[in-house]
């Protein structure tokens, strides 16, 4: 039997994920009354995204296990992170990435009179 194998280790460990799973349900509980809130729809969102981008890191650092690896593992998930930050800011890009021409003046162009 290891050092790491004693009962009081066992119980720290097991303590530190009801932590964790205290956590996640008082997290799930704020996702669920950020519904309730009278935000718009972007704003209710972006706050359901940061609480939701916590929950996953919360299970990922301690259920996965994540939090002991190498920096490695780090330097992956910064990238990760990186790039779905990039994904999350293309749609509003694109959104207003307009050419300025007004709906009249291209339905004209397809051909369609009023």
Do not use: C, N
């Amino acid at each position: 039997m290891s050092a790491h194998d004693s009962p009081e280790a066992i119980q720290a460990e097991t303590r530190k994920y009801i932590m964790v799973f205290a956590g996640l349900a008082v997290l799930t509980i704020i996702t669920v009354a950020i519904s309730y809130l009278d935000l718009s729809i972007g704003m209710a969102v972006a706050l359901a995204m940061v609480v939701a981008t916590v929950k996953g890191s919360l299970v990922a650092a301690y259920f996965m296990h994540l939090i002991d690896e190498r920096k490695a593992i780090y330097a992956i998930l910064a990238l990760t992170m990186f790039f779905f930050v990039v994904l999350m800011l293309v749609p509003p890009a694109a959104f207003s990435d307009h050419t300025g021409v007004s709906t009249e003046v291209a339905r004209e162009a397809d051909g369609e009179h009023h």
